[in-house]
């Protein structure tokens, strides 16, 4: 089983795409609000939809400097925007956000972006 929680439109279509072209079947749960449909910092440009794949996590999307931060928070789903709003509006660049998009199985260290 997976259980998955998509942030943005292309992580859903990259993730349903991954389930169908696997030569196995698995069940799938898949847990996101459309109120996150709505939200424009969760669209996807057409790249991401053609190029990309579904990412498992995704790392901090703003530019760290990586010996300045002090604080990684780990998320997911609508929670992560609520965050970046609140650290962007209170201007701290001392806490990296990133996305947990695949909550069972638990990514392990191969999965992971580098």
Do not use: W
Request: proline share 7%.
């Amino acid at each position: 089983m997976q259980v998955c929680v998509p942030s943005n439109a292309a992580q859903i279509f990259h993730l349903l795409r991954r389930q169908m072209l696997r030569p196995f079947r698995k069940p799938l749960v898949v847990m996101s609000p459309k109120s996150l449909l709505r939200k424009k910092e969760a669209a996807s440009s057409i790249q991401d939809l053609a190029n990309g794949s579904f990412q498992t996590v995704i790392p901090e999307v703003d530019a760290l400097d990586a010996k300045d931060v002090k604080r990684v928070v780990a998320c997911c789903g609508k929670v992560y925007y609520d965050l970046l709003a609140s650290r962007r509006e209170r201007r701290l660049d001392n806490i990296a956000i990133i996305r947990v998009e695949q909550l069972y199985p638990f990514p392990t260290s191969s999965s992971l972006p580098r």
